[in-house]
């Protein structure tokens, strides 16, 4: 498995195909191997091999006691053949087996690396709006649950299930060559098993669905409620969780036995039809011999390999609940690699260079599914080296804008030109390289402290991050941590106060030295005293750069060159923090509230 697990076409091609057969995932399954298919042949040629011994046990047993029965010298050799046989068979199994392993694990692991690769890749080009739109939990359960899905099912319908088939055609070429009576009597199992599949198909499929919806429903309930321990320990709100996750989780349990119940009585009507059918071969097989039609030995072999038939047509049954929960996954995962909901940079400008001037030009914006404009005819023009504050309450717009910016998002009417070129026609993803985004709550991972400084860099050196540590205010925090920039932080930084993590962001965005600075609500979370260190760090951040800053604490935007007021969608007011607090308007009133608060 040293290749490379994505070396081949089938998942590049999974979304075109996926939208191709939308309705018909067995064949968006079959296009996951394409130029793969000789690894199967492989697998399935040392499979036969391997599985001989089985296949041909009866027919060697029957031998031997048809001989046993005649007795002579001549039985004697039919023995020693056929034990012969039997052992030479067995000597072959072992490699066999190893070799048939290799090839269908290694291409059965390989579509599971390299679906969850494509999900991941995936996701990182679908937009933020549809990752808003999706839960987390939701996610995650269709990478590791439906592709641990889709593998079982490829395991067993590209191996077992052509497996099964050759054991069957194999028993019945054999039965046909001894007598064509008794192959009649075997054939007769196929209808039954038809009928019993077509009884439960549909039955089968709609439990699955059901049973996977919850499933993903309850993996983001989950992470929700991880996530939401801290206020929900802080309002004592532990029961009202518990109750809502018990709720939960029952439905899961009530979905799962509803599929456990039909997916068992499937199996079991199955089993007795079959068992049924048996009994009634012993029978027929015993009356011909009893009237001379085949030998006594013979009865074995039609009893063994009726018992084969029954075996495999069991299994082709059983295999039904697999097949289909795969199918539903095959659906599933196809809704995310087949979303349109992605930033299209090809073919767009890609910008080799950022000086920071921004035109906004009757920009206005609705988010998916809404008729209400967020922004409404929002025109400004931000020279390069620029500190502009976007301030107004809460669903004003300001959010949008700074996404708009970021270029999560185009605007639904008028442009944003940058350095005099329409975003829409640039590749965004070139253009973000030269900005940086720090947000009200800073994003940390579980890993060193330098491995978040410099997170997404290459060939930084060790002045870079000190020169960024120092401009961040951070050196006290490196010469506390028991191993410096060397200490593992905890989930979201969890180890670390606010000020800290959020000077551990800005320090990030520092030694990026990028040409445009985002700040969203920086200090409105902090104490009076972190408030000082973190405007210190800005200070330093924002010197020669663009900046767009929102920000409640009107204190804090004091010096900048420009004050927007956003209020319903639109610009209110713009000006200095001089102007506006001399024009007496919307700004005025929120800094005066506020200082009437403190």
Not at 6 to 30: Q, T
Not at 314 to 341: C, F, M, Q, R
Not at 555 to 566: E, F, G, H, K, P
Request: proline fraction near 3%; charged fraction near 20%.
């Amino acid at each position: 498995m040293k290749q490379n697990r994505l070396a081949h076409s089938g998942y590049e091609s999974f979304a075109e195909n996926y939208r191709r057969y939308k309705d018909k995932p067995l064949l968006v399954l079959f296009s996951m191997y394409k130029g793969q298919y000789h690894r199967f042949l492989i697998s399935f040629i040392f499979y036969l091999i391997k599985h001989s011994p089985a296949l041909l046990t009866p027919l060697l047993i029957a031998n031997v006691i048809n001989g046993v029965l005649e007795g002579g010298e001549a039985a004697m050799r039919t023995v020693m053949l056929n034990v012969g046989i039997w052992l030479g068979l067995l000597c072959v199994h072992l490699p066999a087996n190893y070799i048939h392993t290799k090839y269908k694990s290694e291409l059965t692991r390989q579509t599971e690396a390299g679906l969850r690769a494509a999900l991941v890749k995936k996701l990182s080009e679908l937009s933020i709006l549809y990752h808003i739109r999706m839960p987390s939990g939701k996610l995650q359960s269709k990478i590791i649950r439906d592709v641990d899905a889709i593998e079982m099912m490829s395991s067993q319908l590209f191996v077992n299930l052509i497996n099964i088939t050759t054991n069957v055609i194999i028993t019945l070429t054999i039965t046909a060559f001894k007598n064509r009576v008794i192959l009649l009597f075997f054939i007769l199992v196929a209808p039954v098993a038809s009928l019993t599949i077509i009884a439960f198909r549909k039955r089968i499929k709609l439990a699955n669905r059901n049973y996977r919806l919850e499933t993903e429903e309850t993996s983001a309930r989950v992470m929700e409620m991880v996530e939401m321990v801290p206020a929900t320990r802080a309002h004592a709100m532990e029961d009202a969780e518990r109750r809502k996750m018990i709720a939960q989780l029952e439905k899961v349990a009530d979905n799962g036995y509803h599929l456990d119940i039909i997916q068992s009585h499937f199996g079991a009507v199955g089993w007795v039809v079959f068992q049924v059918f048996q009994a009634l071969c012993l029978g027929f097989t015993a009356f011909m011999a009893l009237n001379g039609k085949i030998k006594a030995g013979d009865i074995t072999f039609y009893q063994s390999s009726f018992t084969t038939v029954v075996n495999q047509v069991t299994a082709i049954i059983n295999l039904l609940p697999i097949i289909t929960k795969g199918l539903e996954s095959i659906t599933s995962v196809g809704e995310v690699l087949a979303s349109d909901d992605v930033e299209i940079n090809e073919g767009k400008e890609t910008l080799t260079e950022l000086k920071g001037d921004y035109s906004f030009q009757h920009v206005g914006y609705a988010y998916p599914e809404s008729d209400e404009m967020v922004l409404k005819d929002v025109s400004l023009d931000v020279p390069a080296g620029t500190t502009v504050a976007i301030v107004g309450k809460s669903g004003s717009g300001k959010t949008t804008l700074m996404s708009l910016i970021v270029g999560y998002m185009l605007p639904e009417s008028g442009k944003i030109e940058i350095d005099g070129k329409d975003m829409a026609k640039i590749d965004r993803k070139s253009y973000r390289k030269y900005i940086s985004f720090v947000p009200q709550t800073p994003l940390l991972f579980t890993g060193t402290l330098r491995e978040n400084i410099i997170y997404g860099l290459e060939n930084v050196t060790e002045e870079m991050i000190s020169d960024a540590i120092d401009a961040a205010n951070l050196r006290t925090l490196v010469e506390e941590l028991p191993d410096g920039l060397d200490t593992v932080l905890e989930e979201h930084g969890a180890n670390l106060s606010g000020g800290q993590r959020q000077r551990i962001a800005i320090a990030r965005a520092l030694i990026r030295d990028p040409k445009v600075i985002l700040l969203d609500e920086a200090t409105s979370a902090l104490d009076v005293i972190s408030e000082q260190e973190i405007q210190k760090a800005l200070g330093r951040l924002l010197k020669n750069r663009t900046a767009f800053i929102t920000a409640h604490r009107l204190s804090t935007i004091r010096n900048a060159d420009l004050i927007i007021v956003m209020d319903q969608g639109v610009i209110a007011e713009r000006g200095t923090y001089k102007e506006l607090m001399e024009k007496q308007g919307i700004f005025y009133t929120m800094e005066n509230l506020q200082i009437r608060m403190r």
